[in-house]
């Protein structure tokens, strides 16, 4: 009988995501952590697989070499131990993927770069060129020039974004727990259970989430969720997973029970999940529940008679978020209009829009082929019913030192 762990095994293509907590101990990175990691993708990449590695470090290496104790609390000093660090933290990969006769590439990305619809593209073409090179592509985000406004935050999300990059089969994200547990863990008490398999995102699982951020690194398991979440959209599977373990990411890849996974669900089409995961929505449309449901219950076009309200500026071809009578987002889309021409069409039926406006972009203020829905499962489960499995951490293997 096939095990939920096979697609781990059978995985061809896998985004290792490596946290702070996971390469630095107090501020400084272990070199024997990283090297085996690095032994581990040598022998994957010997299986004839593929990985991208996302790797966070740069601002605790960086505050290292500065003489910090720890990272700056500005957003300049942040950004200038992230300068310090990136060039330290790609030498240190470089030189131990050397060992296994594996070259590295940096790709530095940031958000506002990856919103533009041209630029992601262009990034999807230079890492999968990397992967065809033989090459190891190691991804962070450009800590340098991101404003706090405009970033993903933490290298979760970016590495969920990296699944949709390059179209990958599995997300592992190496942390410092050993998985997402029945509950919150209390200091000085028992660990809860492990959930084993979490096959959707309820309420009772984000409640389980709970968690805080380490002193180097910004992603708590709130961030986790939202990373397997966007893979899952991605027809990827996530393990979230104690990256201190022995031989952790060679046990994933070969299907132990290690972690938690989450299972994949329906592979979105990759600019439909650009456009849910990665573009940042320029306004707001508030519609009726008539258009409500012609969208989400039929798959229609939105219409400019559905929209009764406008909120924000934004130009034809922006993201934009579609709200409910409930004032929750649903879906998202490229608008064919501006706000302004919307504020003025809203209401109205299809036919009037060159009366109103002297012209026509057409009948659809939103047009179906650019309109994806946020809601439904993470995982494959038809019902919503909430599918987990659990089990004990007791007896995990040593930390690998």
């Excluded at 974004?161 to 509950?183: F, K, P, R």
């Excluded at 984000?206 to 991605?234: D, N, P, Q, V």
């Excluded at 026509?360 to 019902?383: F, K, Y």
Aim: net charge positive; aromatic share 4%; with cysteine.
């Amino acid at each position: 009988m096939p095990s939920e762990r096979d697609v781990a095994r059978r995985a061809q293509r896998i985004v290792v995501k490596i946290g702070s907590g996971v390469l630095a101990n107090g501020g400084a990175l272990q070199p024997r952590v990283l090297g085996a990691i690095s032994r581990q993708v040598g022998a994957l990449l010997d299986e004839g697989r593929e990985v991208v590695l996302v790797s966070s470090g740069a601002i605790a290496v960086g505050s290292r070499v500065l003489g910090w104790e720890h990272p700056g609390r500005s957003i300049p000093e942040k950004q200038a131990a992230a300068a310090v660090g990136q060039i330290g933290l790609a030498e240190m990969w470089r030189k131990r993927m050397a060992r296994y006769d594996r070259a590295v590439g940096q790709v530095l990305v940031t958000r506002a770069g990856l919103e533009d619809r041209e630029r992601f593209l262009n990034a999807r073409h230079t890492l999968l060129t990397l992967l065809e090179l033989g090459a190891v592509p190691v991804v962070n985000e450009n800590d340098t020039v991101a404003t706090e406004e405009i970033r993903f935050g933490d290298n979760d999300n970016l590495s969920a974004t990296v699944v949709n990059l390059v179209g990958a089969d599995l997300l592992v994200i190496l942390t410092d727990v050993e998985g997402l547990y029945e509950s919150p863990p209390e200091p000085g008490q028992p660990l809860p259970p492990r959930i084993d398999v979490v096959e959707r995102i309820t309420p009772k699982i984000r409640r389980a989430a709970g968690g805080s951020e380490s002193a180097f690194g910004r992603g708590g398991m709130i961030t986790k969720l939202e990373a397997a979440r966007s893979a899952a959209h991605g027809g990827a599977a996530t393990v979230i997973c104690n990256g201190r373990r022995k031989d952790i990411l060679s046990r994933v890849a070969a299907g132990e029970s290690v972690g938690t996974l989450f299972r994949a669900g329906n592979r979105l089409a990759s600019r439909k999940h650009w456009l849910a995961f990665t573009a940042r929505p320029r306004g707001r449309l508030a519609l009726d529940a008539g258009a409500v449901r012609a969208v989400r219950e039929r798959g229609r076009s939105l219409l400019p008679a559905g929209v009764v309200r406008v909120d924000g500026q934004f130009g034809i071809g922006d993201p934009i978020s579609c709200l409910g009578p409930d004032g929750a987002e649903f879906a998202r889309g490229l608008t064919a209009y501006s706000a302004t021409e919307i504020e003025q069409i809203k209401g109205q039926q299809a036919r009037r829009i060159t009366s109103v406006l002297g012209y026509s972009n057409g009948d659809e203020v939103v047009h179906r082929d650019d309109l994806v829905l946020l809601e439904g499962p993470v995982g494959t489960g038809s019902t919503g019913t909430e599918s987990t499995r659990t089990k004990s951490v007791a007896g995990s293997d040593p930390a690998e030192s």
